[in-house]
């Protein structure tokens, strides 16, 4: 049991990026984590994701952490490349995020 444990480890220190997290589709994401998704697609940072999102930097840095997180990866690039693999390259939520009232 243990020696299977330690194979398992070994297999996913060689191959990093086959880790269920990165498998995972994006119905993980919750629709404000796609909105922030979308927009880190656009090439916006996090300062110009406050100001479309009307949302303060902290929020908007916990949504990019639990992106990564959920998604298993540990740069933005890696992230928009792992939104890309899977069809989506954010269009829709920026017009989404657009249309949605602070209320």
């Known amino acids: 049991m243990v020696q ?7 297999a996913s220190l060689r191959h990093p990026g086959k880790s ?3 498998s995972a589709g994006l ?7 796609k909105d922030v ?3 880190m697609c656009q090439g916006l940072s996090d300062a110009e994701t406050v100001e479309k999102l009307s949302l303060t ?3 908007v840095r916990n949504h990019v952490a639990r992106i ?3 998604t298993g990866v540990h740069s933005r690039t890696a992230a928009v490349v792992w939104a890309r693999e899977r069809g989506f390259i954010g269009a829709a939520s920026r017009k989404n995020a657009a249309g949605r009232s602070n209320t």
Do not use: D, F, Q
Not at 4 to 10: D, E, P
């Open 27 to 33: 119905s993980v994401l919750t629709a404000r984590e």
């Open 4 to 10: 299977r444990h330690c194979h398992r480890k070994l």
């Open 57 to 59: 930097r902290n929020i």
């Open 68 to 70: 990564y997180s959920k």
């Open 37 to 39: 998704l979308g927009l």
């Open 20 to 22: 269920n997290k990165a």
